[in-house]
């Protein structure tokens, strides 16, 4: 069963910077795209970046593009989200999921808080 | 941007009821690129059918989407107390991808 565990959410100021990093296991990574899904406290859920399994092709929403980077490294089986200029409305659980377009298996999440 | 929206928001069922739920998009999704989800509180969600109709892996067959173009149907055929939770739809047909609001399914 595929297994992916995400870390690195925490308290950051508006303004500031912070990388997500998602561990797959129990599947052939490199195999597969891999993708970035939000949830807002209370809210519903939110695609946020996605990227081909090579690595080659990445996919953002407006919401985020510019700010965030989507990367990979496929040596390690883990996944990355770069996150800069960071406001408070990037609060929320972010969720590592397999897949490019439909998700078909998800992590925990990890979560992110943006306050003063 | 595709706007998903779900309904009823709220759904009140018992077990051993059937429940529907709709999904309708603002356009027309692509090659009926609409999947479903199913969350329950404090988990991170679950695919239970992809291509509109075609459930993923381990999925009961008490489970099935169906529609095309604007409208989807999510449909439990028979409710089992796992099944109360939040259900959401997504396309991927089109730029960005997005999801509906969500229907939550909750007991009687």
């Known amino acids: 069963e595929v297994h992916l565990v995400e870390s690195g959410g925490g308290l950051v100021q508006p303004g500031g910077s912070l990388r997500l990093s998602c561990t797959a296991s129990?599947?052939?990574?490199?195999?597969?795209?891999m993708s970035w899904v939000r949830q807002a406290p209370g809210k519903g859920l939110e695609w946020v970046s996605s990227?081909?399994?090579?690595?080659?092709?990445?996919y953002y929403a407006d919401s985020v593009k510019g700010r965030f980077t989507i990367s990979r490294d496929n040596s390690k089986n883990t996944l990355y989200l770069q996150m800069t200029g960071l406001r408070a409305e990037d609060t929320a659980l972010y969720y590592c999921?397999?897949?490019?377009?439909?998700?078909?298996?998800w992590g925990q999440g990890t979560l992110l808080t943006v306050s003063s | 941007e595709i706007v998903l929206m779900q309904s009823p928001g709220t759904l009140s069922l018992s077990p051993g009821e059937r429940a529907t739920l709709s999904c309708r998009a603002s356009?027309?999704?692509?090659?009926?690129?609409l999947a479903w989800y199913q969350q329950k509180p404090g988990q991170a969600p679950r695919l239970l059918i992809y291509?509109?109709?075609s459930r993923s892996t381990g999925i009961p067959d008490r489970f099935s989407g169906s529609g095309s173009g604007t409208d989807f149907t999510l449909t439990i055929s028979r409710l089992e107390p796992e099944d109360f939770a939040v259900y959401y739809c997504?396309?991927?047909?089109?730029?960005?991808?997005?999801f509906g609001q969500g229907t939550k399914v909750e007991i009687k």
């Open positions: 291509g509109a109709s």
């Open positions: 356009q027309s999704v692509s090659s009926s690129n």
């Open positions: 990227i081909s399994g090579s690595g080659g092709s990445t």
């Open positions: 129990r599947f052939t990574f490199s195999n597969y795209a």
């Open positions: 997504q396309q991927y047909g089109g730029s960005p991808w997005t």
């Open positions: 999921a397999k897949g490019w377009g439909w998700f078909d298996s």
